[in-house]
């Protein structure tokens, strides 16, 4: 019999409504039960939680883990051991490794890298097109019996009639589609967000329109099919606003955001002096956009906070803009984002940014997890709302270190990171 | 009223015209002036920049540009070293910082540089020793070439200031509309655009110009008329339909610049297309300065390459 | 050339506007004896240009005829600009402008005062890129000594010995507004 009581914690679990001073206690993998002062016997392990917020098991729902085929980026090892170190207990893992995760025997080796690595859960999310090609079905149905959770193409599926088959097909198999919308031809190239900084700074913009036509797409491809549509990374008001009024209607639909769209702005990036680690896709945009994101994790529209980890080689990073890839790592940033940008921002209370890394993100793909209710698995993120750090990618466990967070201090932080019962990841101090 | 001229640049490298104070436009303008005259001289040549090195690094094709700034290069005494994305070894995917770093192993005093990729020298201003000069990077500037410019209209109208300047054609992907913008509204001249809503940039606010949709509005009362090159190479089916189409509603014939104010005079970046935007008529009539910007170019960056020198070793005392 | 006015410091002024007259008149007649005709004179930035012109209008007087002036500024080619002074810091332009060609012409360069003959070498490097004078001849207002290369005047105003730490100060009226010539002792100056 393996417990742990965690003992003195502000319990937030918005999956119960909880928020007060609880006792967790853990039991063989799982929660047994939590209550106010549990007593347990002597030898039993306790962590003392005082000040601290315990919340379920972080999951984040998008990240780039790189393996097979990418591992000078990043290893599903380095890839969980930067999840655990930013407080996720789970994460699912995009399809844009090599060989694509279009099959289920590359699912299956995802997961036994998982198993391997023995620290966070790892969900894969298989690939919509095969060879992310975006023509032909991939196996979703092997892959979803290999273990896959959802399925999404990292890239856009630019054949609106491959999304609705995608989205037709998968009802049988009760995952959701996952969608990253952008119109190719409407980017033209783009390398930022198309407006007056992109003027100013003479590099080529992207509009907000090149993502907001695919949401319309897409959510009116959920309406036709009705499809579970989850839609990735959203970045601008109009986006936004299209998933309120499509959530008023009753769709099933549900998004993300990441936390550089609520945290930097196009003039941030013009700040860097054409640095490549403020590169990313969709783009930082302009601060009216930024306060639309903010208004949308405010008002519910957004069911989870992702952190669109995407490691980069710095060999890569390092040519010019418009030749670097896109991408930032954040596994080891978003929840310190957060806290910081939104509860000591005052956009959102302690409650609602739990919500958005565990009940929203487990439930927008039907994952175990994200609550403490008794019986549900063990896996418990410890958080300090009142730790200061500053971002140090000297000292990042990800093999990748292109962030344009560096030197950033926030303040908020997780401390502990359980999985299944075990403590997968520790602060120091 | 008319800028004061700075006593120095203050910084090390001119990779475009956004960082440029207007008393710093001044002063390279006036350094312009007396360089003229080495132009006309027998010899035509001046020792200041012995010793020094300049590598004219143009990673895009140009032959006017890289044969000003080299003709520049040289009337100053300077050694030229050229390297173009054809004959030299860099190969795709190599950073152009390391191709920077294997050039300063020769120690330059100067690298100009010509890039297909926006920011390129402000990248190597911040990695390389030696003094940046920007001769044109994608789509973002081309400060000689507004320099140039701006020093050709000062020189035919006495002054900027006030100046009504005209420019036409692909403002979206133009590097020359950009800087030129920058530095007209630094100098306190007035500027319009005139191009179709497909060749003009998002937030062309920014850019401080009156936008005109038609080239006819745009002329009246204009004092210099700037034509750009409409670019055929990329994509350009998608921005405007045809050449045939561009001319008829967009060149610059006789009778479209006699809607101009009677005193104007006309300009192009070159290389010119004659026929799509710009009448031959015009280009070689009496009120071109084309073959003055040429000209101008050379003392332009002569300027430039002067008023960045210095730093290799300690100054002897004023005789 | 002059030296720079030391607020405070002792200063002797060795010749008024009359004397500068005179001397002008004397070296004007001086440069006509031994030179005749085809000559230009051509002043340095900054007084040697006023002077040029002063004895250009003597000379004129005395010959008959206009002897054309140009003006020379000879920052190009010191020895102390481009690569070798702090980096950015080079010395403003001035213009120069050679009103005839100067090939099979007596040249001669003006200036205020010829001290280590650093400038005169500068501008002897400058006139040979403009062509090839039948030669060209040094006419200064005041020699203080201390050559560091071996050049001397041809016609003098006055010689006007010196030491290191002195300074020597030229005013003309169509620069300073007054005519006149002083030595002074700068407290550091070295010259």
């Known amino acids: 019999m393996r417990r742990l009581l965690i003992r003195n914690g502000r319990v937030v679990d918005p999956s119960q409504g909880l928020d007060q001073g609880m006792d967790v206690l853990l039991e063989d993998g799982k929660v047994a039960r939590i209550g106010e002062r549990i007593r347990v016997k002597a030898e039993t392990p306790v962590l003392d939680a005082a000040k601290l917020v315990v919340a379920p098991g972080f999951i984040d729902l998008n990240a780039h883990l790189c393996e097979p085929g990418y591992e000078h980026r990043e290893t599903i090892a380095s890839g969980c051991r930067a999840a655990v170190a930013g407080g996720f207990t789970a994460v699912c893992c995009c399809a844009d490794t090599k060989p694509v995760n279009d099959e289920p025997s590359v699912t299956a080796f995802i997961l036994e890298r998982a198993r391997d690595a023995a620290l966070a859960r790892v969900y894969p999310v298989g690939a919509v097109s095969h060879g992310l090609a975006g023509t032909e079905l991939a196996e979703i149905g092997e892959m979803v019996r290999a273990g896959a959770v959802a399925v999404g193409d990292p890239g856009p599926v630019a054949n609106a009639l491959l999304m609705r088959r995608a989205l037709e097909y998968a009802r049988s198999f009760g995952i959701p589609v996952a969608s990253h919308a952008e119109n190719v031809s409407l980017s033209d190239g783009g390398l930022m967000h198309e407006g007056v900084v992109s003027t100013r700074i003479g590099l080529r913009g992207m509009p907000a329109a090149a993502e907001e036509v695919v949401v319309a797409r897409d959510l009116m491809l959920a309406r036709l099919t009705s499809g579970r549509l989850h839609l990735r990374h959203l970045s601008t008001a109009g986006s936004l606003e299209l998933v309120r009024a499509a959530k008023a209607e009753g769709l099933a639909v549900t998004c993300e955001v990441a936390p550089h769209h609520f945290s930097l702005t196009d003039e941030d990036l013009a700040g860097a002096t054409y640095n490549s680690d403020w590169k990313v896709n969709p783009p930082l945009r302009s601060a009216d956009h930024l306060e639309a994101v903010k208004q949308a994790l405010y008002d519910g529209t957004v069911d989870a906070i992702a952190s669109d980890h995407t490691p980069q080689h710095r060999d890569d990073k390092e040519l010019d803009f418009s030749e670097a890839p896109s991408g930032a790592v954040g596994l080891e940033t978003a929840v310190s984002l957060a806290v910081d940008r939104l509860v000591h921002g005052k956009v959102i209370g302690i409650g609602r940014l739990v919500r958005l890394f565990s009940i929203g993100p487990a439930q927008a793909f039907g994952l175990p997890g994200g609550t403490l209710r008794p019986g549900s698995p063990a896996d418990v993120t410890i958080l300090d709302l009142r730790r200061r750090v500053t971002v140090d990618p000297k000292s990042f466990r990800s093999r990748s270190r292109n962030t344009p967070f560096a030197g950033i201090k926030l303040r908020g932080a997780p401390v502990v990171t359980i999985v299944g019962g075990r403590i997968a990841w520790r602060a120091e101090g | 009223m008319p800028v004061e001229s700075a006593s120095e640049l203050k910084r090390k490298d001119v990779v475009g015209i956004a960082p440029l104070e207007p008393a710093e436009i001044q002063l390279i303008l006036d350094t312009a002036e007396e360089l003229l005259e080495v132009a006309r001289r027998p010899i035509k040549k001046v020792p200041v920049l012995r010793g020094a090195t300049v590598v004219n690094l143009f990673m895009e094709p140009s032959t006017r540009t890289r044969f000003s700034f080299e003709m520049a290069e040289k009337r100053l005494s300077a050694d030229t070293l050229n390297f173009s994305a054809s004959t030299s070894s860099v190969s795709k995917g190599e950073t152009l910082v390391d191709t920077a770093r294997n050039l300063m192993a020769m120690a330059p005093d100067y690298i100009v540089i010509r890039h297909p990729n926006v920011g390129a020298p402000h990248r190597l201003a911040e990695v390389v020793p030696a003094s940046i000069i920007n001769a044109g990077d994608g789509i973002n500037e081309h400060p000689t070439q507004a320099l140039l410019d701006a020093f050709t209209m000062r020189q035919h109208f006495g002054r900027l200031e006030g100046l009504n300047v005209v420019i036409a054609g692909d403002i979206r992907h133009s590097r020359v509309a950009r800087s030129n913008a920058f530095l007209l509204n630094k100098m306190g001249a007035s500027l319009r655009f005139a191009a179709p809503a497909s060749l003009l940039p998002a937030g062309v606010e920014e850019l401080g110009a009156e936008t005109f949709l038609r080239l006819e509005p745009a002329l009246e009362g204009a004092d210099v008329v700037m034509m750009l090159r409409i670019q055929r190479e990329r994509q350009a089916a998608v921005n405007f339909p045809s050449a045939r189409e561009y001319y008829d509603f967009f060149a610059l014939t006789e009778e479209r610049l006699a809607l101009a104010a009677p005193h104007a005079v006309v300009m192009h970046p070159g290389p010119m297309n004659r026929g799509v935007e710009i009448d031959s008529a015009v280009a070689d009539g009496a009120r071109s300065l084309i073959l003055d910007q040429v000209t101008n170019g050379v003392a332009i960056r002569m300027a430039i390459l002067y008023l960045l020198a210095g730093g290799r070793g300690a100054a002897t005392a004023d005789s | ?191």
């Open chain 3, 1 to 191: 050339m002059t030296g720079k006015r030391a607020g405070g410091a002792r200063r002797i002024q060795i010749m008024d506007a009359e004397e500068i007259e005179r001397t002008i008149a004397r070296m004007a007649s001086e440069i006509v004896g031994s030179n005749g005709s085809d000559l230009l004179l051509v002043g340095i930035h900054t007084r040697g240009i006023p002077l040029a012109r002063r004895l250009a209008e003597r000379i004129s007087s005395i010959t008959g005829t206009e002897v054309p002036v140009g003006r020379l500024d000879i920052t190009l080619y010191r020895d102390d600009v481009g690569p070798w002074r702090p980096a950015h810091q080079q010395p403003l332009l001035k213009e120069t402008v050679l009103p005839v060609p100067i090939d099979d012409l007596v040249v001669f360069l003006v200036d205020d005062v010829l001290f280590t003959g650093r400038t005169i070498r500068a501008a002897l490097g400058s006139l040979v890129d403009y062509g090839r004078p039948r030669a060209v001849r040094l006419a200064v207002l005041v020699d203080r000594g201390h050559r560091e290369l071996p050049i001397a005047a041809d016609v003098v105003g006055k010689v006007l010995p010196t030491t290191g730490a002195e300074d020597v100060q030229v005013h003309l009226a169509e620069v300073d507004g007054d005519d006149g010539v002083w030595v002074g002792k700068e407290p550091g100056h070295a010259g």
